[in-house]
């Protein structure tokens, strides 16, 4: 029988070698051997196979001591299973390494050390379990790793304290909840050349987005120094989302940069005592990104062949979960681990389930928000804890089904997350180990919200929204809501194109699940109100004002980019590409901006450029602003952003609309402008429609369907205007109806016009979503699409396929006679 080797170089193992190495170390191995001649970049190391642990328990007989104290943990009660897991772990710290697996381990930490010309050189020790990386249970963060240990005495006592975390009190609760043999699983442990991400940057990354499982989107996130702050939660980390898609095709496809706090880094210590210690990071570098574009797209390409590479080995498709660091000195990327991601990937695509606050309960207004982690809402009082240390008495404090709220969650939690009805920290990003380990439990969390611990108190009973998209809302109180699943598979087919009017980027990832094909009306307005929220062109001359306040409040704003114009467009471009992504290549109609002057005077630094109107509804609004000499520099920068997103981001589905066009004239007054800042129709296959809401646009649509790709009807400023009513005014609400007779009469002549001139027509407006009457006498027209809201969809598909049904049985019926 061959002897089993005690260890091994990093780069002769593989993922058959799992059951020898581990799957962390299995993974390390097959991508240096696979992908290091694509370019990857892994630091080389040795690992220390299973065997050698075996030794290690069997050399102490320590194996019988171990399986009396797991079966003695009473798993109800938390602090049974932390005494039980510290006991255990201290046999193992307090055990000596047998004479020749602790030679062998400190003659391959000098082989290691000689490579780069170094007596004793700077290792990362990294545990690596048998049940661990597995396509249907992630184990993150379950051992520890360990940073610049240096030497071989540090050495030593790394890898006993490697051995000692396969019983961290996470990783016993982990195996129990998924049901995995304790004495099953051995540990591989290995020894690494660090990166010097403590004077660069690190982080992790995801091949889907986290939160929706949308599959076209690598999601990084990063901060200064070594990656353990990101992981565990300790920093608010900057984000990056990149579309995959257009990203192959060599386009730079970043949808999404956002800055974090980064308020602290992990750094080497100043001696062997303290190999890592926390510093706090300059304000200049906070309001700085931690990559460059070139950083992030280099990345971002990497992990999509790090994930090509795993799915053809496992034949399906595997997301990715890896760690990143540059190196400092030599601003090179590399790649720390890979592991399979395991909560989408395993999550049944066809059932779309929805959380839904009550009608009264969504009326509150929330007392603290946060990123989310999940779509659930969960209830309950809050039961805020410092420590897990926290206790009354000599019991463990925490109750179940309480909130749990606290600084910050860390794997460690892991035994109090899962008898949480919801969780609220302070801090850490999406793709922390805590958000990890929520979404695997089933847990709604909102991290990240900066002060939870001082808003709220114990025993105060909240009600935590994940709902809502990427943002997470606290609610006092106990709110009713409810859960809606509906099986994709079971929604009917119609021949008639169903649009989705998409108002939240946030959103848009979830609702691309839905059976819609395309967008029917991205709103610019709601980007600028939420993503920007100051007025363009106050961003542009904030210095000239000679308001210091206002300066100081757009400068706080523009962090991280190089001035307001650049983040106007940069802000704008992200909003607009995350929703063309999300439905790509399908249309997506995005309409320029139509804030009317009291919105806009409403936006930071908005009173130094709006005039006052008496009635705004019917004043400078829509196309009239972007040719005038007071607006154009704004408007030019919204050229410029969807400039951007065809052309640098390659998402050319974009299509643009122009709202409230009076003219003709005015038609050709913005195409000038826009062909100023590079916009032109029919440059690149770009489309321009017109959104149809002025009485002028019907009576000259065979005019202006000359120098459109198509129609657009805006039924609720088109009702408004046909009636001659204010839809603001309460006073004539009563007499507000689309499905007036006049409206209709509109609705129709559009159409025939569009017809004749042989081009698209649809609409954007709230009255399909609201009447499915309304949607009937659309569809009997033959109008080519309804854009609705998505809330909407089902009982507007629904209403359509019955209208297709019956008109099928009419014709048949008739062919028949």
Request: net charge negative.
């Amino acid at each position: 029988m061959p002897e089993v080797k005690l260890i091994l170089d990093l780069k002769s193992v593989g993922i058959n070698d799992i059951p020898l190495v581990g799957g962390k170390n299995a993974s390390l191995g097959e991508m240096i051997q696979k992908l290091s001649t694509l370019g990857i970049r892994i630091p080389g190391g040795f690992v220390i196979t299973i065997e050698a642990y075996n030794q290690f328990i069997a050399h102490n007989q320590l194996d019988e001591k171990i399986r009396h104290l797991i079966n003695d943990i009473d798993h109800e009660q938390v602090e049974s299973l932390r005494r039980c897991g510290l006991s255990i772990r201290q046999l193992i710290r307090n055990s000596p390494f047998p004479k020749e697996l602790s030679q062998q381990i400190i003659q391959a930490y000098y082989d290691l050390s000689n490579k780069y010309a170094q007596e004793s050189t700077d290792v990362a020790v990294r545990s690596s379990a048998t049940a661990e990386d597995l396509p249907n249970a992630s184990f993150a963060g379950q051992q520890e790793t360990y940073l610049n240990v240096r030497g071989p005495a540090a050495l030593m006592d790394a890898v006993r304290n490697c051995f000692a975390s396969l019983f961290t009190d996470r990783a016993i609760s982990y195996r129990t909840t998924f049901g995995f043999d304790h004495f099953k699983v051995g540990l591989s442990v290995c020894i690494q050349k660090m990166v010097r991400s403590d004077l660069g940057s690190s982080g992790v990354a995801f091949s889907l987005d986290t939160e929706s499982g949308f599959q076209h989107v690598v999601v990084i996130n990063g901060a200064y120094g070594l990656g353990e702050m990101v992981v565990q939660g300790s920093v608010s980390p900057d984000e990056f989302i990149v579309f995959k898609p257009t990203l192959k095709k060599g386009y730079a496809a970043i949808l999404e940069k956002k800055i974090g706090a980064k308020d602290q880094m992990m750094v080497y210590g100043d001696n062997p005592d303290e190999r890592v210690k926390v510093i706090p990071v300059d304000k200049t570098m906070q309001n700085q990104f931690c990559l460059d574009e070139q950083q992030i797209l280099q990345l971002a390409a990497w992990v999509c062949i790090i994930e090509e590479y795993y799915s053809a080995l496992r034949g399906h498709w595997c997301p990715m979960d890896v760690e990143w660091a540059i190196d400092g000195l030599s601003q090179q990327l590399f790649i720390l681990q890979a592991r399979p991601e395991t909560i989408h990937s395993r999550k049944d695509n066809h059932i779309l389930a929805e959380y839904k606050l009550s009608d009264a309960a969504g009326s509150q207004k929330p007392i603290l928000k946060g990123i989310a982690v999940g779509n659930k809402i969960g209830s309950g009082p809050v039961n805020i804890m410092y420590s897990l240390d926290k206790r009354i008495g000599e019991h463990f404090e925490f109750k179940k089904g309480s909130v749990l709220v606290t600084d910050m969650t860390d794997p460690d939690w892991e035994p109090v997350m899962k008898q949480a009805s919801a969780i609220i920290t302070n801090k850490g990003g999406r793709t922390c180990h805590a958000a990890i380990v929520a979404r695997e439990l089933g847990v709604p969390a909102i991290v990240g919200c900066g002060n939870a611990t001082e808003v709220l108190s114990d025993n105060m009973e909240v009600t935590v929204s994940c709902a809502g998209g990427e943002e997470g809302a606290v609610y006092k109180g106990k709110l009713d809501f409810h859960l809606i699943e509906t099986n994709i598979n079971n929604i009917p087919a119609v021949n008639t194109t169903i649009l989705f009017n998409v108002a939240a980027p946030s959103q848009a990832f979830h609702i691309a699940n839905l059976p819609g094909k395309g967008v029917g009306l991205a709103r610019e307005e709601f980007i600028i109100n939420n993503y920007i929220q100051a007025h363009p062109l106050a961003l542009l001359r904030h210095t000239t004002l000679g308001d210091e306040a206002l300066s100081a409040k757009i400068n706080q704003l523009i962090k991280g980019f190089d001035n307001g114009e650049t983040f106007f467009i940069e802000k704008l471009s992200y909003g607009i590409g995350k929703i063309a992504a999300a439905f790509y290549p399908a249309p997506v109609i995005v309409r320029f901006s139509d804030f009317k002057t009291n919105e806009y005077y409403n936006l930071l630094g908005g009173k130094y450029f709006e005039p006052k109107e008496e009635n705004p509804m019917l004043g400078w609004r829509g196309a009239s602003r972007y040719y005038s000499e007071s607006y154009k520099e704004a408007f030019g920068m919204e050229c410029k952003a969807v400039k951007k997103v065809r052309e640098q981001m390659g998402l050319s589905n974009v299509i643009v609309m122009i709202p409230f066009c009076r003219t003709i004239e005015e038609l050709f007054a913005v195409y000038r402008v826009m062909e100023e800042y590079g916009l032109k129709r029919g440059s690149n296959g770009m489309q321009v429609y017109l959104m149809a809401e002025i009485p002028s646009n019907i009576i000259l649509a065979h005019e202006f369907a000359k120098h459109i790709d198509g129609f657009s009807i805006g039924s609720n400023d088109l009702t408004q205007l046909v009636l001659g009513l204010d839809r603001d005014s309460s006073l004539v609400a009563s007499i507000y109806n689309e499905r007036n007779l006049a409206v209709k009469e509109m609705i129709i002549r559009l159409i025939e016009a569009a017809k004749k001139a042989n081009i698209k027509v649809g609409i954007c407006g709230q009255g399909p979503s609201d009447f499915p009457d309304f949607a009937q006498f659309l569809v009997e027209q033959g109008i080519d699409s309804l854009s609705i809201t998505p809330d909407s969809f089902l009982k507007t598909n629904e209403a359509i396929y019955k209208i297709e049904r019956d008109s099928r049985k009419q014709s048949a019926a008739a062919n028949i006679k």
